[in-house]
T-cell receptor, first 111, second 116 residues
Framework: DAKTTQPPSMDCAEGRAANLPCNHS???????VYWYRQIHSQGPQYIIH???NNETNEMASLIITEDRKSSTLILPHATLRDTAVYYC????????????FGTGTKLQVIP | GAGVSQSPSNKVTEKGKDVELRCDPI?????LYWYRQRLGQGLEFLIY????????KSGLPSDRFSAERTGESVSTLTIQRTQQEDSAVYLC??????????????FGPGTRLTVL
């Protein structure tokens, strides 16, 4: 399975956009990019996923580069409740693939 | 509807004892995953079930770990002769696997296991 690389930590001022990068240079053509986040002492929560087009939902936006080797998760107006560990993973769709979550990026939103 | 539930939420046990952790997936979800998360670490894959197919056990760290699932229902993760290094949060996730980009995993709150 493709591996991802994320910075271990980031800070963001409350109300500003948080931009979390992820490198997935070995992603294959039928693998999607998924983002999850884990707030302290809770199970991970799905945020968004995409294949090659940019995606937006009520939680975040996902920007995938044209070569699909990297992506950025954007939280447009970060709040203190967005403080969490954010995981970027790649996974096939519609079938089983063991995924590796890695250690993610710990985002600290600062008042 | 109801999400993934896990029980117990916390378990403290003595070294050498056996423990059983339970996961109730979302109704109708075909796939079920178990992960282990040590303090300050990422999620470590343990085992995967899909319907009646043979499970992927490749992540189980030793033969002290085993898991069962009957059909698309409850799963039980058993750790025999627990060791202190087994202390972690054990997370369960389920997924519908209906085809297309729907293998989003829905996680339970986890069971925090402490081995004294």
């Amino acid at each position: 399975d493709a591996k991802t690389t994320q910075p271990p930590s980031m800070d963001c001022a409350e109300g500003r956009a948080a931009n979390l990068p992820c490198n997935h240079s070995t992603i294959s053509g039928n693998e999607y990019v998924y983002w999850y986040r884990q707030i302290h002492s809770q199970g991970p929560q799905y945020i968004i996923h995409g294949l090659k087009n940019n995606e937006t939902n009520e939680m975040a936006s996902l920007i995938i580069t044209e070569d699909r080797k990297s992506s950025t998760l954007i939280l447009p107006h970060a709040t203190l409740r967005d403080t969490a560990v954010y995981y970027c993973i790649v996974s096939f769709s519609g079938g089983y693939q063991k995924v590796t979550f890695g250690t993610g990026t710990k985002l600290q939103v600062i008042p | 509807g109801a999400g993934v539930s896990q029980s117990p939420s916390n378990k403290v046990t003595e070294k050498g004892k056996d423990v059983e952790l339970r996961c109730d997936p979302i109704s109708g979800h075909t796939a079920l995953y178990w992960y282990r998360q040590r303090l300050g670490q990422g999620l470590e894959f343990l085992i995967y079930f899909q319907g009646n197919s043979a499970p992927d056990k490749s992540g189980l760290p030793s033969d002290r770990f085993s898991a069962e699932r009957t059909g698309e229902s409850v799963s039980t993760l058993t750790i025999q002769r627990t060791q202190q290094e087994d202390s972690a949060v054990y997370l369960c996730a389920s997924s519908p696997l209906l085809g297309g980009p729907t293998d989003t995993q829905y996680f339970g709150p986890g069971t925090r296991l402490t081995v004294l």
